[in-house]
């Protein structure tokens, strides 16, 4: 079997090779959206990740839509972890703190 090193440099190859050709034509991103949703993570910082690890995990359906959302709590030392749903009226909250939050590349450098 090949070195999952290799593999992994394969597929990112392929799948940027299907996001170029989605970004030059447009029904061709519509079709590749169908299939997939967005999940993201966002951690807190704390002043001892080693001791606290703490945020909230997103998953949407392929139109932005949030399906699921939860808050996690990470004990890291003791392997201990544990989940709470977020209420709607949570989530709120959160999405409209992140309302204006844009991914972009950073080109300071």
């Known amino acids: 079997m090949a070195d999952i090193n290799e593999l992994a440099e394969k597929k990112l190859k392929s ?6 050709k989605c970004n030059r034509e447009p029904e061709e ?3 590749f959206s169908e ?8 951690e807190f910082h704390n002043k001892n990740p080693d001791k606290l690890s703490d945020g909230i995990t ?3 359906d392929p139109k932005g839509k949030v399906l699921f959302a939860d808050y996690f709590y990470q004990v890291p030392e003791e392997e201990e972890y544990t ?3 977020i209420a709607d009226k949570q989530l709120k909250a959160i999405l409209e703190f992140f309302s204006d ?3 972009e590349l950073d080109e300071s450098d």
């Open 101 to 103: 939050y844009k991914l």
């Open 15 to 20: 799948r940027m090779t299907k996001i170029r």
């Open 35 to 42: 299939k997939f949703g967005t999940s993201f993570e966002i």
């Open 83 to 85: 989940s709470i749903p």
């Open 29 to 31: 991103k519509e079709k």
């Open 58 to 60: 997103i998953i949407t």
